[in-house]
């Protein structure tokens, strides 16, 4: 049975059994900045399992893409030694919603494996909870395994094995796993294999069936829930390794035509592989290239992009890590990239987004792999001098090795692999802590702290049942005043819930139904004000925000008039004017994407986006600059659609079905069931909560005013719309006519008028470089200069120039060496009251005098630092005033050297 066939009768089984099958969500998981990747199948389905959520099914079948390269589940460094060890992973699970539980989870479970997929059944080992810290023995699971398989073949294990949390409180419960015995060939290096605990591969776990049961609270007391629900993960790279009795994952069909095509581009073969045979270096740097690939790849699809920061960071590892193994297997330059198809290939029927992607994915590959190349040419010469300033036996620092990771960019095996070379030691444990200092002020950027408001609560699901008021009614789409809301709540700035809030105070306010957006899919906050009765009390709003994940809308507020309180009736009323240009920039943006995909490529992808009043701003993936008439085809196409005064749509539909219809989702939204669709007819269709124009001529005019790149292989377009794009023309005449001014010429003539003076300009600085360099020579004279000294068998000039740049600089030590024959030439330059420091070593002096060691020794004279080749070396610096002491100190050093060596 073939990966994909297994995948599809998991899912297919279940559906059978009443399972709504679901798509798998993102691997960025959407409002929960704690967790850096989705890693199991429940996590689109948490709000679902805590309650918060109610879904129109109650069974669920999925098969989730997962990331396990954090915290606990960090898979990372195992992956290549490891048989079965994978970042990026598929995850198949069943799941129920208060509805059934243990008498009907194990028998589908059994009956999947026994009789769908044929396992044999005494290769099955089931677990249960055997009790423990109180928390009593699992005499159910016990008792329905009892009946599938003889009683000796279940095993009892503690809390560590068989009780799974989602967190320090909240849903826990009792768990099921089932084990498969792959035989005895397996090598087992123990003196007697210890079965299921034994650490070999002989017995592995290929489900869990986790029974959430209990409400664990602060106090750390299990209450039972009243809904109990159903988690399982099954890995399916495990169980096709399973079925299809291989040895590795890797040996499975999931892996086979990466692996083939690696082989194909390196030249080494990999495998094959028997129950007794240890991996070689070949074969770990090929799993390591196929398993990372597979990461990158659907990472990317997902809208990811390398960077320095958090997500992106990881990426960025995760790549260079695989470039890494690149190269031990041979690889000199770029070839992941090329490696992309196969898997698009291989799994875009089962995750679409792949081949919608490919040009994206195969584009930021390609830009990373050219990247780390240009880091190893920065990086390798750093590394090359802190190794030689450390010296054979010495240690590498952990802060000296985290800033070449951090910086250069260097990968911390790469460090480690040369420093071996040179018989340096690393600080392993000293870069380990540097790493996690980083780590966690990245993880204090993303999070957040709710106090009360994350104990908010409001009608319960019985009086939502009755149809009684539900708080925090969105009105915004049809008006941009309520009247008679009701103040639900208050909280002062600490975010702690208050009876009163009165004149001058700040601090967040709820209502009962509300016309302020929340900021959220890259629309901003709308603003304006609420107002108690006659004016008794006023509070401007100066943003809206979610106080807690999930929770309400709570109005920032500053009380000018009067004061609030719980239970005030009020009018809110949001500023009109701010809203109609959030409008405009809202629905320009669609029309914005909309034209990058026709004219750039479906390719486009949204990775950003910033809706505000005064602007809009635009992300997406794209591989390259934009060019000038492709920018102009662009913003003429969006003026084109607001021109024709097309009518937007609103409708609210379901989620599968939007998207059957051709809706695009937008990066970083999480949607549920059901969603709104925007759509301006045959230009655009998106899924998005946002406001718009009643129609695309409401949007007046569109002027695109910058297009950059932010990252590898995502660019930015800014734009203006209705009077932020007159104003923004009326600016940029007003730029030009000042310049046609100052250049004394009709327009017609202004851009040969510059360049002629462009040309002129740089010929005169040439001019005034060779002026100066023949001054500094000395070139009357026709010698190498009075200042020249013997030292030895040897000449040494140290000399104070001033006004020259750095490629003069170069260019005149050069020449006085070549003058003086055999010899060393130290210049020292003051410029804008910097200092530019050269030294040129003749070839025939190097192995006694080192120019980048001279450099390092003397440039922390002037405040400054560098390094180079033994014949050449550079430096800067900021205190021209000790430039003298530099060159005294320069002769005292060079002669030391020369005489040391002599």
Known sequence: MRSSEVRQSFLDYFARHGHQIVRSASLVPV??????????????????????????????????????????????????????????????????????????????????????????????????????????????????????????????????????????????????????????????????????DCSCDRYIEIWNNVFMEF????????????????????????????????????DTDLFAPLLRAIGDQTGRVYGPHTPK???????????????????????????????????????????????????????TGPFLHQLVDVLVQDMGAAYPELPASRDTIVGVVHSEEERFDAVLNDGLPRLESVLAATGSGGVLPGREIFRLYDTYGLPLDFIEDLAGERAVGVDRAGFEQALASQREQSRARASFGARDAAEFRFASDEDRAQGLAVPDRFEGYTTTRVD??????????????????ETTA??????????????????????????????????????????????????????????????????????????DSIRRNHTATHLLHAALRDQLGPHVKQAGSLVAPDRLRFDFAHGGPIGRATLDAIERQVNTHIYANDPVNTEVRSTQEAIDAGATALFGEKYGESVRVVSVPGVSMELCGGTHCRATGDIGAFAITQETGVAAGV????????????????????????????????????????????????????????????VALGAQSGTAGDDAVTVGDARLITRRVSGLEKGSLRGLADSLRDRLGRGVVVLASENEDKVALVVSVSKDLVDRVHAGQVVKAIAPIVGGGGGGRPDFAEAGGRQPAKIDALLAESRTIVAEMLNANS
């Open 277 to 331: 045979t240890s991996p070689g270096p070949d074969d770990v740097s090929m799993r390591v290239v196929a398993d990372h690939l597979r990461a990158m790849t659907f990472l990317i699809a997902d809208g990811v992009m390398p960077s320095n920061e958090w997500r992106g960071y990881v990426l960025r590892k995760i790549m260079r890590r695989a470039m890494r193994h690149g190269k031990k297997l041979g690889m």
């Open 484 to 501: 008679a809301t009701l103040v639900l709540a208050l909280f002062d700035d600490t975010r702690t819930a208050v009876d009163e809030l």
């Open 31 to 196: 409002d929960d900045p704690t967790l850096l990747f989705t890693n199991a199948g429940m996590n689109q389905f948490k709000e679902a399992f805590l309650g918060r959520e109610r879904r129109s099914y109650t069974r669920a079948t999925t098969s989730q893409k997962c990331m396990r390269v954090s915290g606990k589940h960090n898979d990372l460094d195992n992956v290549g030694p490891s048989w079965r060890h994978h970042t990026f992973f598929e995850m198949l699970g069943n799941f129920s919603f208060g509805d059934y539980f243990k008498q009907e989870a194990i028998p589908f479970a059994w009956t999947l494996l026994t009789e769908v997929w044929q396992l044999p059944p005494e290769r099955l080992y089931p677990t249960v909870f055997k009790g423990e810290s109180g928390i009593p023995r699992d005499d159910e699971a016990h008792a329905i395994w009892s009946g599938l398989v003889p009683p000796d073949r279940i095993i009892e294990l503690g809390l560590e094995e068989n009780f799974w949390a989602m967190g320090d409180t909240g849903p826990c419960g009792r768990c099921s796993e089932v084990h498969y015995h792959r035989g005895d060939a397996i090598q087992c290096d123990e003196p007697v294999c210890r079965g299921i």
């Open 506 to 579: 700040c601090g967040y306010v709820v209502l009962e139904r509300t016309p302020f957006y929340v900021e959220a899919g890259g629309q901003v906050s709308d603003t304006g004000r609420i107002t108690v009765g006659d004016d008794a009390g006023v509070a401007e709003i100066d943003g809206v925000e979610r106080l807690a994940p999930g929770g309400p809308r709570a109005h920032h507020v500053r009380v000018t008039t009067g004061r609030l309180r719980p239970g005030d009736v009020v009018t809110a009323a949001v500023d009109r004017e701010r809203r």
């Open 215 to 250: 409400d664990r609270g602060t106090d750390g007391h299990l209450t039972p829930l009243p809904a109990v629900s159903i988690d399982t993960g099954m890995g399916l790279e495990r169980i096709v390794a399973v079925i299809q009795d291989k040895v590795s994952n890797y």
């Open 715 to 774: 660019r930015r377009v800014e734009a203006v719309t209705g009077p932020g794009a007159l104003t923004h023309v009326q600016t940029q005449r007003a730029e030009l006519a000042a310049v046609i001014g100052a250049l004394g010429v009709p327009g017609s003539r202004a851009v040969e008028t510059i360049e002629r003076l462009h040309r002129e300009t740089k010929r005169l600085a040439r001019a005034l470089e060779q002026l100066k360099m023949k």
